[in-house]
Structure formats: structure tokens, C-alpha cells
């Protein structure tokens, strides 16, 4: 196999960036509940959480491990993701944060970039429009994207036929929920 060179083009100038959110990216629906009633609403964000450095286990790396490497730094064994979601929260124009959780008596890392805004949100459908995801993730972003039209469109309330409503319908398949597939989005897919 061919060794390529580190691709240093911008990050929304190809569809990497759309394979990366098929693997580790999470689109969310949430029903924010308030104490009054006319307050309730719709929250939907994008959220990308992946592990802070990548760890290959020997020198005789698998193909992924190879490309994984080098989206990293350089010949790192261990490499930190910090620089490739630097460049999407830069492009999200949002923050890059870090967590570390305690589970069983070891400590993960990892760097979470979470999109909200109205002018994020249209950054990534603007993005996705161009270079559409292609696994089930794909119908999730369907649906997220209509609450999100729907929001833009009529209001977020919870009202009868409202925002509410129909995030509360999508919700029940959605993500880990979902026993609804179709693959007819692959019909016209930019890969040849």
C-alpha cells in the first residue's frame, strides 16, 4: 500500500469530514422541560466526542490505524486528536472542550465539540448538504434536520402539532432507538 502524504487541504474542502461524523459524530434531539409550561422546548445539537490521543498497538499498523495516524502529528505513537478538532471547532466556529471520566479505575480522555447555534447548525447541514453522510447516521440527520426546518419555520413550543410534538415522535426512532432503515440515500452517493 501506498503511503500518502498528510492531506493539509481545508477541513470542509472534501468529504473526510463526513466520515468522521459517521463514526464518532451524534446528532441529538432533546425535550428541555421547564417549569412553566409555555418555556418547554426543542433543543437539537450536533455533538463529536472522540478519545484525546490514538494509540497504535504495533508498528504493523491495519490500514485504518495508518490513516488514523496520520490525521494525527506525525510519527507519534501516541498522537493527540487535539490538532484535527481544533480545525472543526474552528470551522463550527465553537469551542474545543476536554473531559476525563473515572470508569473502573481508569481515566479516559477526550475532546467534545458540540454545536448549537443556529448559525452552527447551518454550518454542518451546509457541509452535510455537500458531502451527505453514508451510514444509518444519515436518516438520524434527516430527522434532526427536519425538527430543525420545522423550528426555523413554525416556531419551538410545546403546543399541540408543535416542535414538541414532532420531536417527540422522531425521538422514538432515532439513534440507538431506530428500527427504521432505508438505504436508498446511497443511490446517489458521491463515491464511485
Given amino acids: 500500500m501506498e503511503k500518502k502524504n498528510l492531506d493539509n487541504s481545508a477541513i470542509d474542502s472534501n468529504a473526510w469530514l463526513a466520515g468522521f461524523i459517521d463514526a464518532d459524530g451524534h446528532f441529538s434531539i432533546s425535550l428541555s422541560k421547564r417549569t412553566k409550561k409555555h418555556l418547554d422546548k426543542v433543543v437539537v445539537y450536533m455533538r463529536l466526542e472522540i478519545r484525546q490521543t ?13 490513516y488514523k495516524s496520520s490525521l494525527c502529528q506525525k ?17 463550527l466556529d465553537v469551542n474545543l472542550n476536554s473531559r476525563n471520566r ?18 452552527r447548525l447551518d454550518i454542518i447541514r451546509e457541509y452535510l448538504t455537500r458531502y451527505p453522510l453514508l ?18 419555520e413554525k416556531g419551538n413550543n410545546n403546543v399541540p402539532g408543535g416542535s414538541w410534538e414532532l420531536a417527540s415522535l422522531k ?22
Fill in 102 to 119: 473515572l470508569k473502573d479505575d481508569k481515566i479516559y480522555s477526550s475532546f467534545i465539540i458540540t454545536a448549537s447555534s443556529k448559525k
Fill in 75 to 91: 510519527g507519534n505513537r501516541n498522537s493527540s486528536y487535539y490538532f484535527i478538532m481544533s480545525e472543526i471547532a474552528t470551522l
Fill in 54 to 66: 490514538y494509540h497504535r498497538t504495533s508498528v504493523n499498523e491495519t490500514r485504518a490505524g495508518a
Fill in 171 to 192: 425521538r422514538k426512532d432515532f439513534n440507538k432507538t431506530r428500527t427504521t432503515f432505508t438505504w436508498k440515500h446511497l443511490n446517489s452517493t458521491y463515491i464511485e
Fill in 135 to 152: 451510514s444509518s447516521k444519515y436518516l438520524d440527520y434527516l430527522d434532526w434536520s427536519e425538527i430543525i426546518d420545522f423550528i426555523k
